[in-house]
Structure formats: C-alpha cells, structure tokens
C-alpha cells in the first residue's frame, strides 16, 4: 500500500474545459446515477458540462447566465484585476471562476466526502464553509488569483523566450470554436448566447479566443521551462528509503484509533528506529512487526516527486547520508524512515522535477509582493 497524496496538488494554471455533452436540463446516465465523472477535460477550452436542479423532457434546453448560476455566485464573478501590470477583464475573471465551479459542481454529484456546500435550489453554496480556512466564495476567489499569478508570471517567461504559437495550435482552437458552435445549435443558441449563458453577458467568441490563445501561450511557456532546465548537481537522482509503518488510523475505515493506541504507535516507532543497527536489521524487524499485526507495512520505494503524502516526500527529498534514520509523523501514522541511496530519475520524472523547480521560482515571486492582485 502506497501512501499516495489525499488531493491531487494543483496545476500551476488553471485548466480550461472544453466538452459538448450536458448541459443545463440536460440528464443523462453520465451524470445522473452512474457514478462516473459528469465533467471532461482538454488542454484549453470553452463550454462546460454542467448539470443544475432544471429537469426538462428535452436533452437541450436553452438557458440563460441566471439560469447556470444562482444571484450569490454571480455577484462574486464580474470582478476586474490587474496583477504586475497585466489587467483581467470581468470576462477573464468569469471564465476562471465558471471552470473553478463546475469542478466543485462535478465533485459534489459525486457525493462521499467531498462535502461541498449546497443550496436547496440545487446551487453551490457561496457563503458555505469549504474547508477550515474557507468559505466557498473565498476559496474561489484566492485559487482564481493564484491561477492569474501564474499566468502573468509564465506569459512574462515565454515573451522573455520570443515564444509564439504556431499553427497547429491555432488550427486546434479553431476546430474548438466549430465544436462549441455545433453543440450551441443543438440548443437553439448562437455561439455567443451559448457562451454568454456560462461566461455573463459580456462573453464573445472574440474574447474567449484571447483567453484560449493566452493560456496555450502559458502552456508553451511551461514546456519550454522544463525543456531547457539545466539540473544542478544530484538534482536529478531520486531517493529510495526503506520504511516501518505504525499506523494511528484504521487503514480500512480511515477513522483515527484511540489516543491510547496512537501514542503506542509511537512509541513503538521510536523504539525500533533506536534499535536499528543496518538496513537488514531494519527489515527483519519490520517484516517481524507487520506478522505481528503491529506495524500495517515495511517496504522499500523509489521516491517520486507527488507518489507521497507531503510530510512523507518531504523526508525523502531532503539532504541524507546512507543509513540516516527518523520517524514521520502522516495522516496513515508513524514511519520509521532509512534512507537507502538514490537512482536517476526517469525522463517523467525529470519533467516532475523541472515543473516543482518552475513552481517554487513563481512562489518565490508572489511571496514577493510583485504579484499582488489590485481590484477596480
């Protein structure tokens, strides 16, 4: 059993979605039932698939900008900001914000526990508590900001570079906007109707094709950035480590155990890594450990950048010595860490390294203060 993350961390751009298949009205067995995912994605896009509380005997059914969204979300889009000289325009800010909300709109048809805010109607819930920190309408607006961030910071790389777009990609947006423009038929709309009905009134096919046109820019960007990343040295190597874990949840249930057994495991995976003379003893004992229903695993990875929970990876990927030791502490319990070595990185691991490297240079930059958004 891997200790793989809970969530996936976000790309460093939004992602824009592109599908043709349900909209408002519109119920089928992709999204009413079946348990599958009720939104597609592609590199860049415009329409979304997006299944509200309307029903309606017909498969198409034309809908309006109020009819996708409820008088609290929409009081949230329209909003104008500039982040280090670079103005997004209201229609810039609903498109980040209708993708945003159709992805917490897939996952809460999906039920179980993601725990996304609704109204009665059938909307989300802006002012419903997200998580700990945020509510729905302030998550939405910090990842939209963040995702501008990005995008101002990455479009300033590629004009550095003299990147362009080249005609394949315009050819794909082309072929995009026909794409849209047929399904908008289908529901007795004109690609601007269709478009507006998700994006506000002000939406065109004119302006979506910047807002697509810039993101593949951004996209180029990346691709460049991780091309010419010159590794420094050992950057490229991959740690591998041996590992004891003591678990503080039931791992079927995921529910926490008691304090008492809790503070067992750990004192059980403190003793072990004071005993350990060699990796052969660290895995006879752990071996020993798991037959005896103490320790939940005892196994021997290679590291990759995103394969491991955060407290885990961060363990692995900082600097050690064959044979160091620790316990870390996860959300799966204690684990009794030993560094083993390290082995070359594969070339998709080589662009995972590239991309976290182009990541902490953003957040560096928005740390900064160079970044900060400026509302009119």
Known sequence: MKMKKMRIAAVLTALLLMTSVCMTGCKSDETSGNGSDSSSSSDSGLSLSIDTNITTTSPYVQMSFEDNYDAAAIAEMNKIVSIHGMQFTALDYNFYFANEYSQLLGMSMQG?????????????????????????KQYLNEIIISDFQGEVYLLEYAQSKN?????????????????????????GMTLDEYLQSYYGPEATEEGLRAIMQRYELVNLGMK????????????????????????????NTTLELTEEAQAEA???????????????DMKTKGEAAVQAGEAAEANQYTVMLGQMVQEFEDWCFAKHEVG??????????????????QEPAGDSQKQQIAYKQLQAEMEEAVKSGNYDPVYS
């Open 112 to 136: 179980g526990s993601y725990g996304i805010p609704m109204t009665e109607s059938g909307f989300i819930d802006m002012n419903g508590q997200l998580t700990e920190r945020y509510t729905v």
């Open 163 to 187: 990147l362009q777009l080249d005609e394949t990609v315009l050819s794909s947006i082309d072929e995009q906007f026909k794409e849209t423009e047929e399904t908008a038929k289908k529901y």
């Open 224 to 251: 460049n950035y991780v091309q010419e990343y010159q590794f420094k040295e050992g950057e490229d190597m991959l740690p591998i480590v041996y590992h004891v874990l003591y678990p503080t949840i039931d791992l």
């Open 266 to 280: 750990k004192k059980k995976a403190e003793d072990m890594q004071a005993s350990i003379t060699s990796l052969e």
């Open 324 to 341: 160091d030791t620790g316990v870390v502490k996860t959300m799966y319990g204690y684990h009794v860490m030993y560094y083993v070595g």
